[in-house]
Protein backbone atom coordinates (compact mmCIF):
# COMPACT_ATOMS: atom_id res chain seq x y z
CA UNK A 1 0.00 0.00 0.00
CA UNK A 2 1.28 3.64 -1.03
CA UNK A 3 2.09 5.43 2.24
CA UNK A 4 0.37 8.65 0.37
CA UNK A 5 -2.44 6.75 -0.87
CA UNK A 6 -3.18 5.57 2.62
CA UNK A 7 -3.19 8.83 3.88
CA UNK A 8 -5.10 10.43 1.16
CA UNK A 9 -8.02 7.62 2.07
CA UNK A 10 -7.61 8.29 5.71
CA UNK A 11 -8.06 11.76 5.52
CA UNK A 12 -11.19 10.87 3.05
CA UNK A 13 -12.60 8.47 5.78
CA UNK A 14 -12.57 10.98 8.59
CA UNK A 15 -14.14 13.65 6.66
CA UNK A 16 -17.04 11.16 5.40
CA UNK A 17 -17.35 10.95 9.42
CA UNK A 18 -17.42 14.40 9.93
CA UNK A 19 -20.07 14.79 7.39
CA UNK A 20 -21.84 11.91 9.07
CA UNK A 21 -21.87 13.54 12.30
CA UNK A 22 -22.90 17.21 11.05
CA UNK A 23 -26.09 15.81 9.70
CA UNK A 24 -27.06 13.00 12.10
CA UNK A 25 -27.13 15.65 14.79
CA UNK A 26 -28.47 18.96 12.37
CA UNK A 27 -25.34 20.68 13.15
CA UNK A 28 -25.93 23.06 10.48
CA UNK A 29 -29.26 24.38 8.58
CA UNK A 30 -31.65 22.22 7.02
CA UNK A 31 -30.03 22.28 3.39
CA UNK A 32 -26.36 21.83 4.82
CA UNK A 33 -27.37 19.34 6.54
CA UNK A 34 -28.94 17.90 3.67
CA UNK A 35 -25.80 18.50 1.73
CA UNK A 36 -23.08 17.07 3.97
CA UNK A 37 -25.52 13.80 5.12
CA UNK A 38 -26.99 13.24 1.65
CA UNK A 39 -24.69 14.23 -0.74
CA UNK A 40 -20.69 15.10 -0.06
CA UNK A 41 -20.72 12.04 2.73
CA UNK A 42 -21.43 9.34 -0.56
CA UNK A 43 -18.97 11.53 -2.81
CA UNK A 44 -16.14 10.78 -0.46
CA UNK A 45 -16.96 7.65 0.42
CA UNK A 46 -17.05 6.48 -3.49
CA UNK A 47 -13.36 8.74 -3.71
CA UNK A 48 -12.14 6.59 -0.41
CA UNK A 49 -13.56 3.12 -2.16
CA UNK A 50 -12.10 4.32 -5.53
CA UNK A 51 -8.35 4.93 -3.66
CA UNK A 52 -8.86 1.51 -2.24
CA UNK A 53 -9.48 -0.68 -4.82
CA UNK A 54 -6.29 -1.08 -6.76
CA UNK A 55 -4.65 -2.12 -3.64
CA UNK A 56 -7.13 -4.95 -2.74
CA UNK A 57 -5.44 -8.51 -2.72
CA UNK A 58 -8.30 -10.24 -3.74
CA UNK A 59 -7.53 -8.97 -7.87
CA UNK A 60 -11.09 -10.68 -7.85
CA UNK A 61 -12.54 -7.44 -5.82
CA UNK A 62 -10.92 -4.56 -8.04
CA UNK A 63 -13.89 -3.57 -10.33
CA UNK A 64 -16.98 -4.55 -8.18
CA UNK A 65 -15.04 -2.17 -5.37
CA UNK A 66 -14.64 0.31 -8.64
CA UNK A 67 -18.48 0.14 -9.47
CA UNK A 68 -18.84 0.79 -5.27
CA UNK A 69 -17.20 3.70 -5.75
CA UNK A 70 -18.91 4.78 -8.42
CA UNK A 71 -22.77 3.96 -6.82
CA UNK A 72 -21.51 6.12 -4.33
CA UNK A 73 -20.68 8.91 -6.16
CA UNK A 74 -23.66 9.01 -8.81
CA UNK A 75 -26.04 8.26 -6.54
CA UNK A 76 -25.32 11.21 -4.55
CA UNK A 77 -26.22 13.47 -7.16
CA UNK A 78 -29.57 11.51 -7.71
CA UNK A 79 -32.64 13.05 -5.98
CA UNK A 80 -33.38 11.66 -2.78
CA UNK A 81 -37.34 11.10 -3.44
CA UNK A 82 -36.81 9.06 -6.64
CA UNK A 83 -36.24 5.39 -6.82
CA UNK A 84 -32.91 5.18 -8.08
CA UNK A 85 -31.44 6.61 -5.05
CA UNK A 86 -31.03 3.56 -3.41
CA UNK A 87 -27.88 2.97 -5.48
CA UNK A 88 -25.76 4.96 -3.14
CA UNK A 89 -27.08 3.02 -0.28
CA UNK A 90 -26.29 -0.13 -2.32
CA UNK A 91 -22.63 1.26 -3.08
CA UNK A 92 -21.83 1.54 0.18
CA UNK A 93 -22.58 -1.24 2.15
CA UNK A 94 -20.98 -3.37 -1.14
CA UNK A 95 -17.82 -0.98 -0.87
CA UNK A 96 -18.06 -2.24 3.16
CA UNK A 97 -18.29 -5.81 2.06
CA UNK A 98 -15.62 -5.88 -0.33
CA UNK A 99 -13.18 -4.27 1.80
CA UNK A 100 -14.34 -6.84 5.22
CA UNK A 101 -13.90 -9.83 2.52
CA UNK A 102 -10.66 -8.77 1.55
CA UNK A 103 -9.05 -8.70 4.91
CA UNK A 104 -6.65 -11.12 5.52
CA UNK A 105 -6.67 -14.17 6.96
CA UNK A 106 -5.30 -14.91 10.72
CA UNK A 107 -3.44 -17.91 10.21
CA UNK A 108 -4.07 -20.26 13.60
CA UNK A 109 -1.74 -22.73 14.65
Known sequence: ?????????????IAALVC?????????????????????????IG??????APMLTNKNFVYPMYAAAVFCAVGAFIPVDSQFSVIKTIGLFAGVILSLFNRPRVQRR
Open 1 to 13: MNYNTATIQGILS
Open 20 to 44: LVIGFFNLLSPELNDFFYQKLFYVL
Open 47 to 52: ASFFLQ
